[in-house]
């Protein structure tokens, strides 16, 4: 009996599975192009966070001497913004 009440614990309490669509997307991501005549380098990286309820989102446009960053964290049907 305990190892059957350890078994539906385990089932129970597990992290949420990860959403099919947002799974696509996680791992590193990167490209380059020209936004308004000037070079452009984007880096992506999507990472499982919080037990596998979000899947947060890292962004780092450089263009030029500028540099932009942002990180947000998606949930199926939510969206959810951490401004740093």
């Known amino acids: 009996m305990p190892a059957?009440?350890?078994?539906l614990a385990l089932v129970f309490f597990q992290g949420a599975?990860?959403?099919?669509?947002?799974?696509?997307?996680a791992g590193a991501w990167s490209g380059a192009g020209t936004v308004l005549q000037t070079r452009a380098d984007v880096r992506l990286t999507w990472a499982?966070?919080?037990d596998g309820q979000f899947l947060e989102l890292s962004f780092v446009n450089t263009m030029g001497k500028r540099r932009f960053e942002g990180?947000?964290?998606y949930r199926a049907g939510r969206v959810v913004v951490n401004r740093r």
């Open 4 to 7: 059957l009440i350890a078994t």
């Open 71 to 73: 990180h947000a964290f």
């Open 17 to 25: 599975a990860p959403d099919p669509l947002l799974a696509r997307f």
């Open 48 to 50: 499982w966070a919080l």
